[in-house]
């Protein structure tokens, strides 16, 4: 890939994503959460979506209304079930999703691993409990671990702080979350962020995600590139 | 529960309610500890730290030393502990990312984490996530990430549900969330050390700080032996 | 090697030099690709790069986008390329830790790597780390982690070792870095085309750029068939 | 553990080494090499050590100095053989020292999976070729992948650019290199550094290293506590 477009609409990010895309979908709660990526999506019309996602959306916006607009086939996360998340609620009780609940940490690791290039790895989380039934388990120095496979995503939509032209990003506070990894286990990476800098704008030192990893950078008062 | 204590072992005067209990795990959390507190009322402890004991608190969702809930001015929707409520950052904290904070607590970096439990058995399997009941949504979060990661698990919880069946059992009836990984369970009627009692070759727990309730009517209660420590 | 031209394929006047052929290969690196450079001859390409091609240099040492070697007062010894040698910083450059750097290389997100090899197999395979002599001291680098993880692989060599031998054979003799994984080999004498070879039921590697010898000579001084692309 | 002890005194920081520990020691040539404390340990007499670092020395000082004192049993490194590794060529053609050989990725990534409680992990790196010979293997998805372990230590040596008085740690330029990993990597992690800030005197944001990994941090200049 080359470096990142910057794009100013939010419509134009999300205009390829297919049917039936794994899109990997940033955030903690709202901290991070790409909602106008996922606006876009909604309005762009994308359906049989496998969203990868920590929750499984809240009130009645962002992922929640994604899946209110029935776009979503199954959902892949470590917590569907909040006090917000009557959406989803009513689906699964309605057999009208698919759920996979993974543990937070192996979620994150999971994607690591496709971004890492790891074809599996044997991991101690969950042993023992209905959440790695059916999994390879091995004894390794006296420790029983299960073997967990890599969640690659066809797209992943994050939100980030601030860009540069090339598309080097950094975060802000806990909304840094599941950005990072994310960006590392899709096939295209698309980052909302409040501003875009000039490059030499952000200090190599503190850059988080590399622009090697980003493929389009969105925001709406930026210059298009 | 709040029988007077009948017995010759030591008893405060009746249940401790939560905030004692929080009191009293902050109490026992060593100065400089690195902790993780689960959601829930495991988050009172951290009212209860001495001031300048130095504790760490680690939230999962990529922090260290976060400082109190956020108010007012204060309040960032970009800056939350894993509760998803605003908090605030003290001097020499550190942000990273998911994969970077399970590492972290996967690897056994930090000493101390505390935890809700709905059940424990006395082999200090820990169960907290899924009731078992048929229509419930299943969500774990990183309640299995910390129930195997931290170096001391303790669990934080009445010992008895509302309706009278005790919550340390001989088996956990409901889905497990970690095998053999809590150390101490802390409860109203007192704090029982399973780490201890795993050496024990009569399978028994050891409790200390009976509270309102006598070793005699625990041992009646509970389906595990108890001994006082 | 300096054989005019035979053949009725198109040669240059005469074999490339490594100037000659870093500036090949600095032509067909795609405008903004990322791309590492292996230690020794490849960092050459570097210097033929059309000014304006944004192309990035990745080095595993933990940093994107470095720029020239640098001299003088710009020499730092915290800043160096994987050759141990002090370079510069570009606008937009990023430093990041080892882990980081060759999960980068390992996921397959760097689009090019050029690295020198002792062997290349007709089907990819590449031997570049070891002589496999008895007395030699083993040393990889990340020659392993490159050859499986660019979604490119090039090798820049030259067509025939000091005692005439080809290094472009039916099997790797030297112990091998990496399988099947190198798609292009670019020559004093040619460029040859490993990716489509591959998908030849002839086992056939194809050519381009003949200079300095003619397909006929090519194809008898190789033991592994030769056609023109 | 609880926050980095600040020391003035590179012996002091090493004083408890074991014989026969394994010693991780950062840095890529000598950006990021913590020469003080190899010197200190050269000092300290500890022996039998094994030594996991990129390198197996440069010239006659830090490692190759340790070398040279016959303090080292074992070492294992992506690149022993270098123009100026004089003192380990003649130890291993003498017979003197063990090699193990790892690819310079999966010797980063060995040490992460030990910090990161991996058990093990599905490699792609290396495959078919003599380091991995014996190893398990398995096709994952149409790739072979082999199995690899993590590298645990005792003790990690690195050196960082500054360090709070809690013991986060941030560094220079490509002298991070492999400080940041080894530092969740073992037991007992000592790291020098040019400065030591008060708290508050770093931005939470470009922390790499969260204080929670280093154990002592030793700065000449420094006050101790």
């Given at each position: 890939?080359?470096?990142?477009?910057?794009?100013?609409?939010?419509?134009?990010?999300?205009?390829?994503?297919?049917?039936?895309?794994?899109?990997?979908?940033?955030?903690?709660?709202?901290?991070?959460?790409?909602?106008?990526?996922?606006?876009?999506?909604?309005?762009?019309?994308?359906?049989?979506?496998?969203?990868?996602?920590?929750?499984?959306?809240?009130?009645?916006?962002?992922?929640?209304?994604?899946?209110?607009?029935?776009?979503?086939?199954?959902?892949?996360?470590?917590?569907?079930?909040?006090?917000?998340?009557?959406?989803?609620?009513?689906?699964?009780?309605?057999?009208?999703?698919?759920?996979?609940?993974?543990?937070?940490?192996?979620?994150?690791?999971?994607?690591?691993?496709?971004?890492?290039?790891?074809?599996?790895?044997?991991?101690?989380?969950?042993?023992?409990?209905?959440?790695?039934?059916?999994?390879?388990?091995?004894?390794?120095?006296?420790?029983?671990?299960?073997?967990?496979?890599?969640?690659?995503?066809?797209?992943?939509?994050?939100?980030?702080?601030?860009a540069d032209t090339m598309g080097n990003l950094v975060y802000r506070k806990t909304a840094r979350n599941f950005g990072p990894v994310m960006a590392t286990a899709a096939r295209t990476v698309i980052a909302q962020v409040s501003e875009v800098v000039p490059l030499g704008g952000l200090d190599p030192e503190v850059v988080v995600t590399p622009s090697i990893y980003v493929d389009r950078v969105v925001c709406p008062t930026a210059q298009e590139s | 529960m709040s029988t007077p204590s009948t017995s010759s072992a030591p008893a405060e005067a009746g249940p401790r309610d939560k905030h004692a209990l929080a009191a009293a795990i902050a109490r026992d959390v060593p100065d400089g500890a690195y902790v993780n507190l689960g959601i829930g009322q495991p988050t009172l402890v951290a009212e209860h730290l001495r001031e300048g004991s130095g504790v760490v608190l680690h939230t999962e969702n990529g922090m260290l030393n976060f400082g109190p809930v956020a108010t007012g001015d204060d309040v960032d929707l970009d800056l939350t502990n894993a509760g998803k409520i605003p908090v605030t950052e003290l001097p020499g904290a550190a942000y990273f990312h998911h994969a970077d904070s399970f590492a972290m607590m996967r690897g056994g970096h930090l000493d101390v984490c505390v935890l809700g439990a709905f059940q424990v058995s006395a082999n200090g399997d820990l169960a907290n996530w899924h009731t078992g009941a048929p229509d419930a949504i299943p969500a774990v979060g990183g309640a299995m990430d910390l129930a195997i990661g931290a170096e001391q698990v303790w669990v934080m919880m009445t010992l008895f549900a509302k309706d009278g069946t005790a919550k340390i059992v001989p088996t956990c009836t409901?889905?497990?969330?970690?095998?053999?990984?809590?150390?101490?369970?802390?409860?109203?009627?007192?704090?029982?050390?399973?780490?201890?009692?795993?050496?024990?070759?009569?399978?028994?727990?050891?409790?200390?700080?009976?509270?309102?309730?006598?070793?005699?009517e625990l041992g009646g209660r509970l389906d595990v032996p108890v001994v006082l420590g």
């Open positions: 890939m080359s470096a990142a477009s910057i794009l100013a609409s939010y419509a134009d990010a999300v205009a390829d994503v297919e049917d039936g895309a794994t899109v990997l979908v940033g955030g903690f709660g709202m901290a991070g959460m790409p909602v106008e990526l996922i606006d876009a999506l909604i309005e762009q019309g994308a359906k049989d979506l496998v969203i990868v996602s920590n929750n499984a959306g809240n009130g009645d916006t962002g992922l929640a209304a994604l899946l209110a607009a029935k776009r979503v086939r199954k959902v892949v996360c470590s917590f569907p079930r909040q006090s917000d998340s009557w959406v989803f609620d009513g689906l699964y009780r309605a057999g009208q999703i698919e759920l996979e609940v993974v543990p937070q940490g192996n979620l994150a690791e999971r994607m690591r691993a496709a971004g890492a290039g790891i074809g599996a790895f044997f991991c101690p989380t969950g042993v023992g409990t209905p959440l790695t039934e059916g999994k390879e388990t091995r004894v390794i120095d006296g420790r029983t671990y299960a073997l967990e496979y890599p969640i690659k995503g066809d797209v992943a939509l994050i939100k980030a702080h601030r | 409901y889905p497990l969330t970690g095998l053999a990984c809590v150390d101490r369970v802390y409860t109203d009627l007192g704090t029982f050390e399973l780490a201890a009692s795993r050496g024990r070759a009569d399978g028994a727990v050891v409790v200390r700080d009976l509270s309102g309730i006598s070793l005699e």
